[in-house]
């Protein structure tokens, strides 16, 4: 992984640490890991707050994304994290793998991205049951489109907050938002 994406999944595995009470969290399911880009920087950040979770690290692992789990499982072993974070293989849209409220916390990254309107309405109803009740979810999608730019209207400050929000080669940085959450933060 190049250092930029590596900083970016710190960063956002530092949001949801800011973001998420942990406290009544012991079992957290992440949906569509894939090769643990987040899920490592993830796991380290969370450790540092509680001892006693484990992390289920869900992925059908297939088609473009083959393999993916093995690369994950091999991030584990030399992170020596096989005690906090058990991989899956499995298909968010029938999750037989899984128990009914068996979760505390549910995240994902760019996952709800990958699937049709008719899959994407499964992994929720999905979601909904694996969560005990009083669960938490948050999902995330990077978004091209900062959040200055699509939610104020245009106004003389805008071009300030635009340039604060573009980096010197104009490119408009990539900001994380959440589909549950309203918020919408800028990773760069
Ligand atoms: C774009 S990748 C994102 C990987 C990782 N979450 C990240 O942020 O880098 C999408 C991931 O979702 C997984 N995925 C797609 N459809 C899925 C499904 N129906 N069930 C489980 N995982 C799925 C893919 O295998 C892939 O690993």
Redesign the pocket.
Known sequence: MSGC?EIM?ER?AAFLLENLVFDDVSVIL??????????IPFVKGVSKIKKNFKVIA?????????G?LEILNERIRKERLEALVFSVK????D?KEMACESVDLII????L???DKK?LGK?IQEFYRILRRGGMMAH?ELNPIPENARALKPSRSDKNKQAAIENSAGIPCITWASLIWSKVISLT
Do not use: H, K
């Open positions: 994406l999944y956002l992440e949906a569509g890991c894939g090769g643990g880009q987040l899920t869900f992925d059908i692992s297939a088609g473009p994304y083959e993916d499995g298909d968010v849209r999750m994902s990254n760019e996952l991205c990958d699937l899959g992994a995330g």
